[in-house]
């Protein structure tokens, strides 16, 4: 079974502190994502990589920044941390299996507080 | 722009019962369409998706979901419900697989009832 592991589940950190959200795939997967979710907003993507040291903005990116220096790892950056960006994150990642690209798989999410 | 959505915020089903969860899309070509579902304090768990082929795609735990290309939905059933499967349903839009990022719907929370 696919592994994803946010290295938090609960997060408290106070405004303007830059807080690293963690996640690792054990499954030598390409792509990986990181989304937030908050109630009846569903679920937005931030940013996403295809590759180590690529990243694609997603829908939601302002405030977030991310890195990916190796192929299994995908970190979530929040540079200067405000209370808007108090909310569930969720990270994801993918495969390719010939030339069809596979469902993502979800970690379980980091509920982050920013007081 | 690329939309799903679920038109239904909660749905309220007895045991036993069956069931039916809304799903839309709109999007410039056939997207590739998935439902995931979350437990509580839970990631989201992938119950079924539709790349191509058969419109009717059996998934996971009982679940199965029917492609319908002139109504751009993709709508989620289940013959016979069961406690278990109160929880918070998605379901998700995306043209290149599970490649690029996803497109939500903001979800529908099933209740069960005794």
């Known amino acids: 079974d696919v592994k994803v592991t946010q290295s938090s589940r609960y997060l408290v950190k106070r405004t303007g502190e830059k807080v690293f959200l963690e996640c690792v795939q054990d499954?030598?997967?390409?792509?990986m994502f990181w989304y937030r979710q908050d109630p009846g907003l569903g679920l937005r993507l931030i940013y996403f990589?295809?590759?180590?040291?690529?990243?694609e903005k997603g829908d939601i990116p302002e405030g977030y920044s991310v890195s990916r220096e190796k192929k299994e790892r995908f970190s979530l950056i929040l540079e200067s941390a405000s209370t808007n960006q108090t909310s569930m994150y969720l990270c994801a990642s993918s495969s390719m299996v010939g030339f069809l690209n596979q469902p993502q798989h979800f970690g379980d999410g980091t509920r982050l507080s920013i007081l | 722009a690329q939309s799903v959505t679920q038109p239904d915020i909660h749905i309220t089903v007895s045991e036993g019962a069956s069931l039916e969860l809304r799903c839309n899309y709109s999007y410039g070509a056939t997207p590739y369409l998935f439902w995931y579902v979350q437990s509580p304090g839970q990631g989201l768990q992938l119950l079924l998706k539709y790349f191509s082929g058969d419109t009717l795609v059996q998934g996971i735990k009982g679940f199965e979901a029917e492609f319908k290309r002139s109504q751009s939905s993709f709508n989620l059933r289940k013959p016979s419900v069961h406690w278990s499967d109160a929880a918070e349903y998605f379901c998700?839009?995306?043209?290149?697989?599970?490649?690029?990022?996803?497109?939500f719907g903001k979800g529908t929370h099933l209740i069960i009832q005794p």
């Open positions: 499954m030598d997967h390409e792509n």
């Open positions: 990589s295809y590759d180590v040291k690529m990243k």
């Open positions: 998700a839009a995306g043209s290149g697989g599970g490649a690029d990022g996803l497109t």
